[in-house]
């Protein structure tokens, strides 16, 4: 057993049975999922939720379960009751250093549905920032003064640092990802895995179920989130459409090859459209960097028109992380295969459900 002692004296224990990074460089060249470890509480709960890599199926299967259990649970009952009180006296923090409508306001009602305060950063300019501070130090400040921070930041580095000083330091502070620039959003996925979950068998064979992930792929952190996801179920082909220029990063791919993972990647939409089971939009995340007009002219070719839709399969579930620009029309909101929305509605479960099992509270009774 070693022991690190805690910023203000308590000391944690760790598990003696893994491998243990002497330092961040080191923690830096492991791979996430070399990771984990660390980035898991001794009792095997997720304590840092930083890549989608991290979930199992059967994590990833109880807290669908959980969520849906909450979602479907009478609102003057005694569940719900028991859920207002489960994490009662503990504190969340958010600070989202990028703009957020959707992520920021369900982890915060989820944060205050199961009986947590809040409280938040959202304008740095406006925090010690502006004095010199660096964002490690806001960040520190943040889990000394809280049970639970939950950050987005456009620097992916920003909450790997905060992640590994956390562990180094013995802090007890639970850390959840709501977005790391352009490299993963893993409770987005949840959210869409959830609602994939709700329509399909994933695990069907004759014929294996086909997800189309569209768009921008190489910047896309919740597409990226998303087939790492459908990647614990293998039989699931994926298939990612996207103009040259924004193709799928190859480290993904890689990974997904070595798991055995049926993809395909293509340029054109209209050639897979009538194959798909589940499309996956997403828009040009152009806050990146430098977007070509020749990328964007061909950006429409990505778009869910009004005549694609009318190829696709009658039984098939469209899907898009919001917010959305031309690739995904209003009207059609309408048409029964979008789910867009009921992914929206079931934001705020499943971050309940993440943070109850964080928190070692997602047992039946909640106690
Ligand atoms: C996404 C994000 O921030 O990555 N939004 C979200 O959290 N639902 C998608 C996007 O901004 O395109």
């Known amino acids: 057993m070693t022991t690190a002692i805690r910023a203000s004296g308590a000391p944690t224990v760790r598990r003696s049975d893994e491998a243990m990074p002497e330092s961040y460089e080191e923690f ?20 840092a939720l930083l890549y989608a890599q991290q979930f199992d199926r059967a994590l990833l299967e109880q807290l ?64 010690s920032l502006v004095k010199g501070e660096t964002t490690l130090d806001t960040l520190l400040t943040l889990a000394e003064l809280s049970d639970c921070v939950i950050l987005r930041h456009d620097d992916p580095e920003a909450i790997e640092r905060f992640a590994w000083e956390i562990h180094d330091r013995g802090l007890p502070t639970r850390l959840v990802n709501a977005g790391s ?37 190489r910047r ?9 996801l ?27 090859e070595e798991r055995g993972v049926t993809l395909v990647e293509t340029t054109e939409f209209d050639a897979v459209i009538e194959e798909l089971d589940a ?30 839709a009318a190829r696709l399969r009658p039984h098939a579930c469209v899907l898009h992380p919001l917010p959305r620009r031309e690739e995904l029309p209003i009207e059609l909101d309408r048409d029964p295969r979008t789910r867009h ?23 039946t009774d909640l106690s």
Request: aromatic share 8%; proline share 5%.
């Open 181 to 217: 620039g352009a490299d993963q959003h893993p409770t987005q996925a949840l959210l869409d895995i959830a609602t994939l979950i709700s329509r399909f068998d994933l695990s069907r064979t004759d014929p294996p179920l086909t997800v189309g992930i569209v768009g921008d792929l």
């Open 64 to 127: 669908v379960a959980l969520a849906e259990r909450i979602r479907s649970a009478e609102p003057e009952g005694a569940f719900r009751a028991a859920l207002s009180r489960a994490l009662r006296g503990r504190a969340a923090a958010l600070y989202f250093q990028q703009p957020s409508t959707r992520t920021f306001v369900s982890f915060s009602l989820a944060a205050q549905g199961i009986g947590m305060v809040t409280e938040e950063i959202r304008s740095p300019e406006r925090a």
């Open 28 to 47: 830096r060249s492991w791979s996430p999922r070399q990771r984990s470890g660390i980035l898991r509480g001794p009792d095997g709960r997720l304590r």
């Open 341 to 363: 929305w009921e992914a929206v509605h079931r934001g705020r479960f499943l971050r309940m459900a993440l943070l109850l099992h964080m928190f070692g509270k997602d047992t």
């Open 279 to 308: 499309v996956y939009l997403t828009r040009m995340q152009d806050e990146y960097g430098e977007t070509s007009e020749t990328v964007r002219a061909l950006f429409g070719n990505y778009r869910l028109s009004s005549e694609r």
């Open 230 to 256: 459908l990647a614990l179920y293998p039989t699931v082909r994926q298939v990612f459409i996207a103009p040259p220029d924004l193709a799928m990063g190859r480290d993904l791919v890689t990974a997904l």
């Open 220 to 228: 896309a952190r919740t597409a990226r989130s998303l087939s790492y």
